[in-house]
């Protein structure tokens, strides 16, 4: 069946603008995580949802991030006013539900801000 | 925070050569870990896991090692092939909600 998928696949922004990036889990996936992996790194945890509630929101690096996900299927993670320091890799995973270990991880949306 | 952490960034093996990756983790709360590959360009991918009540369990090529004593988690791959070449992530939770990669090991196979 269909794996978890995420756009853009690749993202190039300026400085100060906002980015909104995609990730529509695996059908019937109930927990949903965003990670950010830069060049060269392990993978950050930034955010989980189970269903359309995200309990623990302290993994965000800052208030520049934010992240919902309607419907609990798709999410939507928003960077605004974009920095340098932004530029990574963002990763979408998806699990049957929370105390089910095992994530479906997507192919990652690449952003570069310049 | 947390800490998971790998103690080589590299290794090389001749292919059919069995390969150890290593992992050091940091909180004793932990009771679950995961072993992921990574391809290039690709997502990660899950390989095997284990829990804190284990100290071994075996996959297909796999074995996952847990020593809860000293922190330290280990992924044996047997027979290496070309495709195993990757980077090797390990990942633990005391939660199960939140999740913590350690920086990872490339693993290359030498035809």
């Known amino acids: 069946g269909a794996g978890v998928s995420q756009s853009p696949s690749n993202k190039v922004t300026e400085k100060g603008k906002d980015v909104e990036l995609r990730c529509d889990p695996i059908?019937?996936?109930?927990?949903l995580y965003w990670y950010r992996q830069s060049l060269g790194q392990g993978l950050e945890f930034l955010i989980y949802f189970q269903g359309n509630s995200a309990p623990d929101k302290s993994g965000l690096p800052s208030d520049r991030f934010s992240a919902e996900r309607t419907g609990g299927s798709v999410s939507t993670l928003t960077i605004q006013r974009t920095q340098q320091e932004d530029s990574a890799v963002y990763l979408c995973?998806?699990?049957?539900?929370?105390?089910?270990?095992?994530?479906?991880f997507g192919p990652g949306t690449r952003l570069t801000v310049t | 925070g947390e800490s998971v952490g790998l103690h080589l960034p590299t290794l090389s093996v001749q292919e059919g050569d069995n390969s150890i990756i290593n992992c050091a983790y940091s909180n004793s709360a932990s009771d679950y870990f995961i072993w992921y590959k990574q391809e290039s360009g690709k997502g990660p991918q899950f390989i095997i896991d284990?829990?804190?009540?284990?100290d071994k369990r075996q996959g297909q090529r796999v074995t996952v090692l847990l020593n809860k004593t000293v922190k330290h988690l280990s992924l044996q791959i047997a027979a290496t092939q070309p495709g195993d070449s990757a980077v090797y992530f390990c990942?633990?939770?005391?939660?199960?909600?939140?999740?913590?990669f350690g920086t990872g090991t490339s693993l290359t196979v030498i035809p």
């Open positions: 284990i829990r804190s009540n284990m």
């Open positions: 995973a998806s699990s049957l539900g929370l105390g089910y270990y095992e994530q479906y």
């Open positions: 059908s019937g996936h109930t927990a």
């Open positions: 990942a633990e939770t005391p939660s199960g909600n939140q999740f913590y």
